[in-house]
């Protein structure tokens, strides 16, 4: 097993063990673990209660962060007609329809979002294989298959994420960038844990979410008290 880096080693020692964080206050501690040259991403990881196997507990859904990832998406937009200008308008790199379709189905896989106009459907469910095990297979759920591409296309730029959960019964959430101001982390993840929670599916019995931690890329990670973040959905 690879040997921690001093930096991350460093930041451990600044975790309390076993000690819950309130959100604000694991912002706050995350700030102050040494830093990489890069701009890390921050980002949430959910332990559910659910039966990962069964396909009616899988948890999915999307959010539209205030403050965006602080990641730029390349998107695909499958479409035709007047429908081109318009994604294209909104931001979407690569436009088109079936000569898209043949390229992806010959490997070509540089993009990071998939949306996709109801007609070109037949099109775009040949690539279920390709597409379906990377998470970027266009779905009416997520609202990434829609007559209105151009509207979809422009939400995905803005900061919409989508999330799964996994065989783990773990989800990972993106919510910013440690460069962000504190305040922005917070409403993100805020944001992020509402819409994890309104995903729970109605099959799901027990303790949906078990445990939250908070973290950067290169960090260790920090545990969230639930018992607060419970009481705000309740609230909300």
């Known amino acids: 097993m690879k040997k921690p880096s001093k930096r991350h080693q460093a930041a451990v020692k600044l975790v309390e063990p076993n000690k819950n964080y309130t959100l604000p206050d694991a912002i706050g501690l995350l700030k102050k673990f040494p ?3 890069f701009d890390e991403s921050v980002e949430l990881h959910f332990q559910l209660g659910i039966k990962p196997d069964q396909t009616d507990e899988v948890v999915r859904g999307s959010v539209a962060l205030p403050h965006g990832s602080g990641r730029s998406k390349t998107v695909v937009c499958f479409c035709k007609g007047e429908e081109v200008r318009s994604a294209q308008a909104a931001g979407a790199e690569h436009v088109g329809g079936e000569e898209l379709v043949a390229k992806i189905q010959g490997g070509w896989m540089d993009f990071d979002a998939v949306v996709a106009h109801p007609d070109m459907m037949r099109e775009v469910s040949k690539l279920g294989r390709v597409l379906g095990p990377k998470g970027l297979m266009p779905s009416p759920k997520n609202g990434t298959v829609t007559p209105h591409v151009a509207k979809a296309v422009k939400e995905i730029k803005a900061g919409k994420i989508d999330f799964k959960s996994d065989k783990t019964a773990g989800i990972h959430v ?9 305040q922005a982390i917070l409403e993100n993840a805020a944001v992020a844990i509402k819409a994890v929670y309104q995903a729970k599916p109605q099959s799901a019995k027990g303790d949906y979410v078990k445990r939250v931690y908070l ?4 960090s260790p990670g920090i545990s969230l008290e639930l018992s607060s973040i419970a009481s705000k959905q309740q609230e909300e």
Do not use: E, L, N, Y
Request: charged fraction near 25%; charge should be positive; aromatic fraction near 6%.
């Open 215 to 218: 973290s950067a890329t290169q």
């Open 174 to 182: 993106a919510c910013g960038k440690v460069s962000f101001s504190d």
């Open 35 to 37: 830093r990489p040259k």
